[in-house]
């Protein structure tokens, strides 16, 4: 049973980091190293196929062996959430309430991505 929750989050967490590639203010690497966690837990097969994953398997075999994020991937992921914010503060239809928790959000993720430690 244990196995098949851990499964569950696994799944749940790829899929909220794959979603954050997308989203500006959800932290895609959090969301892809927690459910490394616990695809590694559950299902070497399901851990082995993140690793080996073009879009998400270069930053899980990082922090898996050097427990770090390049810094040029926290640039690169600091550029995406400053264009996405931009390009939403200039489009949106939201009411600056909605816009005001996106930019929060934003922020909180940028947060995130600088505390995780930084590997050359």
């Not at 500006?24 to 196929?49: E, K, Q």
């Not at 949106?92 to 929060?104: H, N």
């Amino acid at each position: 049973m244990k196995k098949v929750f851990y499964i569950l989050l696994a799944s749940t967490f790829l899929v909220l980091g794959i979603i954050g590639i997308l989203i500006p203010g959800l932290p895609t690497t959090p969301f892809l190293l927690v459910s490394s966690y616990f695809a590694a837990r559950s299902s070497p097969r399901f851990h082995n196929y993140l690793l080996s994953s073009k879009l998400v398997g270069p930053n899980l075999r990082d922090w898996q062996e050097q427990k770090g994020i390049r810094s040029h991937k926290k640039w690169e992921a600091t550029a995406l959430v400053v264009i996405a914010l931009a390009i939403l503060a200039y489009t949106s239809p939201l009411p600056s309430l909605g816009q005001g928790i996106v930019f929060l959000l934003g922020f909180v993720g940028l947060c995130v991505i600088w505390s995780l430690p930084t590997i050359s």
